[in-house]
C-alpha cells in the first residue's frame, strides 16, 4: 500500500498570502496525483489531477506541481473562500487507492 | 455534468448491516468507476472499494474485505454499499464518488462526489 504524507497538518496564512502545502507518496506514482478541497460539512472538491492540470472551473490561483513521490499544491493569494482542508490523492496503484491526511488552511 | 445523489442518514445497532445507495445521472453509467471513501468524525479520507460497471468486478481494500460489498444496478444507474458486522468505529459519512472508465482507459480521480451519508451506530 502506498503511504501518502501530507505536511504540515496546519497552516496558519493571511488572506491575499501564497500557501503552499506538500505531500510525498512513500513510492513513486507518476504524476497520478489529485488534490480535494473539503469545507465543513461539505464532501471534497477535486482540485488538480495529473498532479498539475486544474479541474474544470477551478481558479487559477490554485496549481500542482511535481511527479513521483512529492507534490505541491500552491495557492498564490489566499481568498476568504480557501481556507479548508486540502487532501491528495494518489491513483496510481491499486488496491487501494490512497489519501494523505489532510493540510488544514486556516486564517492567520 | 455527472451527478450523484445518495440515500439519507443511518442508525444502526453494532452487529447489523447498512447499506447506502448512490444514483447517477448526467452520463453513461457503464463508463463510471464508482468509488466508496469514507470519513470518521474529525478524521480524513478512506478509500473502502469501487467497481466499474463495464467490467463489474468489484475491488476492495484489504481491511474492509469480507465485510464490505459494492454493486451496480446498470438499469437504474444505482450503485450500492452494504457493510455488515457494523461497530461503533464505523460510525462515519460515506461518500461515493465518479471516475471514469472506457475499455481501454480510466481516469481514476474522482469527480464529482455524491453528498454524503451519515451513518451512525449504536447501540
Known amino acids: 500500500e502506498i503511504v501518502m504524507t501530507q505536511s504540515p497538518a496546519t497552516l496558519s496564512v493571511s488572506p491575499g498570502e501564497r500557501a503552499t502545502l506538500s505531500c510525498r507518496a512513500s513510492?513513486?506514482?507518476?504524476?497520478?496525483l489529485a488534490w480535494y478541497q473539503q469545507k465543513p460539512g461539505q464532501a471534497p472538491r477535486l482540485l488538480i489531477y495529473?498532479?498539475?492540470t486544474r479541474a474544470t472551473g477551478i481558479p487559477a490561483r490554485f496549481s500542482g506541481s511535481g511527479s513521483g513521490t512529492d507534490f505541491t499544491l500552491t495557492i498564490s493569494s489566499l481568498q476568504s473562500e480557501d481556507f479548508a482542508v486540502y487532501y491528495c490523492h494518489q491513483y496510481n496503484n491499486w488496491p487501494p487507492w490512497t489519501f494523505g491526511q489532510g493540510t488544514k488552511v486556516e486564517i492567520k | 455534468q455527472v451527478q450523484l445523489v445518495q440515500s439519507g442518514a443511518e442508525v444502526k445497532k453494532p452487529g447489523s448491516s447498512v447499506k447506502v445507495s448512490c444514483k447517477a445521472s448526467g452520463g453513461t453509467f457503464s463508463s463510471y468507476a464508482i468509488n466508496w471513501v469514507r470519513q470518521a468524525p474529525g478524521q480524513g479520507l478512506e478509500w473502502m472499494g469501487g467497481?466499474?460497471?463495464?467490467?463489474?468486478?468489484?475491488n476492495y481494500a484489504q481491511r474492509f474485505q469480507g465485510r464490505v460489498t459494492i454493486t451496480a444496478d446498470e438499469s437504474t444507474s444505482t450503485a450500492y454499499m452494504e457493510l455488515s458486522s457494523l461497530r461503533s468505529e464505523d460510525t462515519a459519512v460515506y461518500y461515493c464518488a465518479n471516475g471514469y472508465c472506457s475499455t481501454t482507459t480510466c481516469r481514476n480521480w474522482f469527480d464529482p462526489w455524491g453528498q454524503g451519508t451519515l451513518v451512525t451506530v449504536s447501540s
Open positions: 495529473g498532479a498539475s
Open positions: 513510492q513513486s506514482v507518476s504524476s497520478n
Open positions: 467497481i466499474i460497471p463495464i467490467f463489474g468486478t468489484p
